[in-house]
């Protein structure tokens, strides 16, 4: 990462709950549909993905961190490979998501080498030029070959 991108990172780090099981049960929700209908289900599930993703690069050569900087620009998972691959990870849990301007601006200034949409989806398709949206299964896959192409059309 470029000194000026040091400079802004804020260094408070962001709290997640690693078993989302142990905030439903804490939050009295009982079920799916109550689940669905509270205001947690979007975190609760944005922890989930993060921890499952976390749990996948365990044993391997990556570093996992979360990234904002002063201006506001926020990156939800940044995976750090030994060889300099960096990808910068965005969750949404929405079938048509679209990243925030703050994904953009963070992942040239930690310059991503991929930029990731995680959404609970099975396709997986571009956004633009430099963005995939991508499956959990997918984005698996390509954490463990580390071979699936950007754009793979």
Known sequence: MGSNAQKRLVRTPKVYVRDSGLVHALLGIRGHEELLGHPVVGASWEGFMIETVVEAVADSDARSWFYRSSAGAEIDLVLEFADGDRWAIEIKRSLAPKP?????????????????????????????SSVEVISLQALITAILVRQIPLNPR
Do not use: N
């Not at 925030?100 to 995680?118: D, H, N, P």
């Not at 989806?121 to 633009?128: F, R, T």
């Open 100 to 128: 925030s301007k703050g994904f953009f601006s963070g992942c040239e200034e930690i310059q991503a080498t991929r930029r990731y949409v995680l959404y609970p989806g099975d396709d997986q398709y571009p956004i633009g």
